[in-house]
């Protein structure tokens, strides 16, 4: 599921969010207000999405916790955020730790929790500040 967050995010395709969240799902972010819920987050990477000409979201080092029907998740992310196909240079890039709470579903397993916390960002943030 960490794998296809970030494929789904880095090719423009956040309506598979509900293929990974549970419609009930909470998110929570360090930088700015919480988002809340799904809906809001599948309409936040929309938004976001049309920020960047492109997004390579790395995704590493996840610890799964499995206890019965849930699970706990911590993973690593490293991504970058590219403005313009035609200056690559001018790009924004944070380092990210994710704590995610993970359901069994009749649907199979989907995140019901995510909070993200920034650990770093360097680069050009311009569009993320009037995002």
């Known amino acids: 599921m960490i794998y296809r967050f970030g494929a789904a995010l880095d090719e423009k395709r956040p ?8 419609d009930q799902a909470v998110f929570e972010f360090s930088s700015k207000p919480d988002i809340g819920d ?3 987050a599948i309409d936040n990477a929309r938004m976001m999405g049309k920020h960047f000409a492109r997004t390579h979201h790395v995704m590493t080092n996840p610890i799964v916790e499995l206890d019965g029907d849930t699970a706990t998740v911590r993973a690593n992310l490293i991504a970058t955020h590219v403005y313009r196909d035609d200056e690559p240079g ?8 994710y704590h995610f709470l993970s359901v069994r579903t009749a ?12 650990i770093w960002s360097n680069g050009h943030s311009d569009a993320l500040q009037r995002a």
């Not at 309506?15 to 549970?22: A, S």
């Not at 649907?107 to 920034?118: A, E, I, M, N």
């Open 90 to 97: 001018l790009h924004y890039e944070v380092g990210i730790v």
């Open 15 to 22: 309506e598979d969010l509900r293929t990974i969240f549970t």
């Open 107 to 118: 649907q199979g397993w989907r995140f019901s929790r995510v909070k993200l916390k920034q």
């Open 38 to 40: 799904l809906e809001s």
